[in-house]
């Protein structure tokens, strides 16, 4: 279902997806967002499937992993509200890179790519700044990242 509420828009803005964009490319952008409920246990996305959307999320908590060659899976990260996820596969058109399960009960907010390039060709100015938004969040997870490899190296004695 399409969504729209002033407290939605509010929330939203206050997403680092949404930071910066005009009213009325909000607007438009919302009007494109379709509403997804998942109960505890439910896999939004699988590791390596095909994907064609990204996601913010509402409410709920959501745990990130990645298999493991031995068979298992590592924890990558926890989502939480305001959070966004699968907009990787949007960018390099890969399939996904990491499996993502509720927690908890779980509202999101699904965004298609056949919506992203609708809202491109709509607003391209809005667009380019969804895209330095995505792009920001995505410095920030790689400087996580690069902490934690830093932290790594440190207890096994590494370094130079």
Do not use: W
Not at 15 to 43: N, W, Y
């Amino acid at each position: 279902m399409a969504v729209s509420s002033p407290d939605l828009k509010a929330f939203l803005l206050a997403t680092p997806f949404f930071g910066g964009l005009p009213d009325a490319s909000l607007d438009l952008l919302i009007s494109m967002l379709m509403e997804r409920r998942f109960d505890s246990g439910a896999v939004i996305v699988a590791e390596g499937e095909a994907g064609r959307s990204l996601f913010i999320v509402h409410s709920g908590t959501l745990e990130v992993s990645e298999r493991l060659d031995s068979g298992g899976a590592i924890h990558m990260s926890s989502l939480q509200p305001g959070d966004f996820f699968g907009e990787m596969t949007l960018l390099e058109m890969q399939n996904r890179s990491a499996t993502v399960v509720a927690e908890i009960p779980t509202v999101l907010y699904e965004l298609t790519a056949q919506q992203l390039y609708a809202f491109y060709k709509a607003d391209i100015r809005a667009y380019v700044i969804v895209m330095q938004n995505i792009n920001r969040e995505l410095c920030r997870r790689l400087r996580r990242a690069d902490a934690r490899i830093k932290m790594l190296e440190m207890r096994q004695g590494g370094g130079r």
